[in-house]
């Protein structure tokens, strides 16, 4: 349900406004917004650092060794949490001290490579590279030939060419010529393909800068790997580091609240849960007896942020919803009707017993290893939760890893598709009637009775009654349920229409609406489409590995193709359940009822991504 809002206004001494705003970040109760006038709450340019430091810190971590992600969860309280702003400080700087030697040490590794392939080519050249090019009597190119090219010198040219070792550039070479025939010497070696390179800056020959740079790429890979091994040991204290990173976050969050200033006051605004108004108010006097507190309903014009409460059940499903549009703050809730949809059309389309027991298996285990947080936390659950239908439904329809072991309680889809495409329009139309039910009520509630019923109960009765035109025994109930829903239809889908024409006209045209209806009910297909495809996936993948059996090495390879095979058809499968299933529930179902556009209830809260608070843990 859609938990109704109050607007509050606070107002206290500035000296008191640190341990209130810590008071009300304990209880996550109020989100406290921002106007024009309003002013951060402190000076977030240092805490910014911290948290930017603590979180490189932990990504530098992570980086130099294998961090268990089966580490025991942090729990801490929010006391702990806030007196540990600063506390590893010092672990914090001494790593990224760490990094920043590391990474400088990295970089000149890096050079001194550059440096050594540079000066390899010509590792054979027993001349200083520092010597000019130029003698008395002779002019010196230097570069490189194409690979494998022939040097051909005519017969008389002053011209000699000394080739040395090869890199990605070509062949290296020194052309020395007299310098009455650089001319000449210059035409053979551009039709030799010759590029004229510097030499190397460095000192002594080629082979005394090579001993020095490898000598020197030694000593430095040796202080690498001590580095490396410094920062490997800090892995021991990752749970430090994340204790350090979201208690920095959290000082930051409070630093940033928006506030409004005078000389000695301060003031808050915002929204609270009209269910714990009573708790902010005690929370409020217990730390500022003298404080003012104006509590107000939302005003006509102004939109409060929308706070859904659901059982955990359906509290899951919520993530779909924010996925498409938040509700509106005075609309209706639709995740308790469209997570029992989603819960079941999933396990249809999925549809096999056995992917459903890897499902619960699986997301357990990952729940367990990612212990995710957040909306992630939520689509984990969202898919381990939609297990339970999985093996529900592949016990009906006899589906195990694509065989059937055991006979369908109903019937077996790929055996009788018919009946299974019957059976996926069923499920549609009465996923379509829940929302068109969904619409009536909230049209009910904000007095619009009449309009329920002309617009919405006429549709179901409409289509109630071509459902049974189709079933011999309820044949003539069915006749007169279609023309009832159709003549309300069309006497009243005009009833907004000024003259007796637009009334006519609006009635037909409401009428038409129904090949969308039927447009929407076909869609539904895509349930038994998803599951045969499945099914037929998995029986082919049983039947190729069935074919190489027959020996030891064939059954090997059996089962190399029956686990490969089936991962593959569950990944594929869960993709296009979680992609289908949304889609219907957006548009199909979401289309006959539901607006959105409401924004999410973000109250001053710790902000932890790491270590969980006392009262967190669920």
Known sequence: MIVPMKHIDICAMQSDREELLRSLQRASVMMIVSDDETVSAGNTEALEQNYIDANEAIAFTKSSGKVSGLRPENVVSFDDLDKAAGEYAPLVSDMLATK???????????????????????????????????????????????????????????????????????????????????????????????????????????????????????????????????????????????????????????????????????????????????????????????????????????????????????????????????????????????????????????????????????????????????????????????????????????????????????????????????FSIIIGVLHIFSGMIIKMYDLIRNGHVMDAIFDQLSWIVLLTGIGFLVIPALKTAGMIMAIAGAAVILLTGGRDKPNIFGKISGGLLSLYNISSYFSDIVSYTRIIALMLSSGVIGMVMNLLASMVQGSIIGYFFSFLIYIAGHAFNLVMGLLSAYVHDSRLQYIEFFGKFYDGGGYAFDPLSADTKYVTLNDQRK
């Open 100 to 422: 920043e030697l590391l990474e400088g040490k990295e970089r000149e590794l890096d050079r001194l490579n550059s440096q050594i392939d540079e000066l390899l080519p010509w590792k054979d050249l027993e001349m200083d590279l520092g010597e000019g090019s130029d003698t008395k009597a002779c002019h010196k190119f230097f570069g490189f030939l194409p690979m494998n090219t022939t040097i051909s010198i005519p017969d008389g040219l002053p011209v000699d060419i000394e080739t040395y070792g090869s890199s990605a550039k070509g062949t290296a070479c020194m052309c020395i010529a007299y310098h009455t025939a650089v001319e000449e010497a210059e035409d053979m070696l551009r039709e030799m393909g010759f590029s004229e390179t510097p030499l190397p800056n460095a000192d002594g020959t080629p082979a005394e800068a090579l001993k020095t740079l490898e000598d020197r790429r030694t000593a430095v890979e040796d202080e690498i790997s001590s580095l490396k091994k410094t920062a490997s040991g800090y892995t021991s204290s990752i749970d430090q580091l994340e204790m350090d990173r979201d208690s920095a976050a959290t000082e930051l969050a409070r630093a940033q609240v928006p506030v409004s200033l005078t000389d000695k006051t301060f003031m808050i605004s915002g929204w609270v849960a009209s269910d714990r108004v009573d708790e902010l108010k005690t929370i409020v006097l217990g730390v500022v007896p003298y404080a003012l507190i104006d509590v107000r309903d939302a005003e006509e014009s102004e939109q409060p942020p929308t706070l859904t409460k659901n059982n955990k059940f359906i509290s899951q499903f919520e993530t779909l919803t924010d996925m498409f549009s938040r509700p509106y703050p005075r609309g209706v809730d639709p995740n308790p009707v469209m997570g029992v949809w989603y819960w079941i059309i999933f396990g249809m389309m999925m549809g096999d017993a056995g992917y459903g027991v890897l499902m619960l298996i699986l997301f357990a285990v990952l729940k367990k290893v990612m212990r995710p947080r957040g909306e992630t936390k939520k689509l984990i659950n969202l898919l381990h939760f939609s297990s339970v239908t999985t093996i529900f439904w592949g016990i009906v329809f006899g589906s195990y890893f694509g065989a059937e072991w055991f006979p369908p309680l109903l019937f077996t889809p790929l055996d009788k598709p018919v009946e299974a495409l019957i």
